[in-house]
Nanobody, 116 residues
Framework: QVQLVESGGGLVQPGGSLRLSCVAS????????MGWYRQAPGKQRDFVAN???????NYAESVKGRFTISRDNAKNTVYLQMNSLKPEDTAVYYC??????????WGQGTQVTVSS
């Protein structure tokens, strides 16, 4: 069974940076979409960014210019570099992998707290 494991969350001051990682355990192939979502307390889970196998990337408007998503297909790993962090970026961040045919998997989440 494939599991996604996130790391890299933590407490950071406003204006700081963090780099999240998500690696899939087990042998899987053909992941088309690797992405990140986040959920703040009392709110729904929202899209943050994704990376498609063809090379394109997409970002939520709120993170454009501050966050960068990248992937290493050979390692089944996706990263999220987060710069210029704001208190409103505080949330639990989840990674998501998808393949054609409806298969997808979620990580357990990693907490990011932006506070002085």
């Amino acid at each position: 069974q494939v599991q996604l494991v996130e790391s890299g969350g933590g407490l950071v001051q406003p204006g700081g940076s963090l780099r999240l990682s998500c690696v899939a355990s087990g042998s899987i192939f053909g992941i088309v979409v690797m992405g990140w979502y986040r959920q703040a307390p009392g709110k729904q889970r929202d899209f943050v960014a994704n990376s498609l196998s063809g090379g394109s990337t997409n970002y939520a408007e709120s993170v454009k210019g501050r966050f960068t998503i990248s992937r290493d297909n050979a390692k089944n790993t996706v990263y999220l570099q987060m710069n210029s962090l704001k208190p409103e970026d505080t949330a639990v961040y989840y990674c998501n992998f998808r393949k054609p045919g409806g298969w997808d998997a979620w990580g357990q989440g990693t907490q990011v707290t932006v506070s002085s």
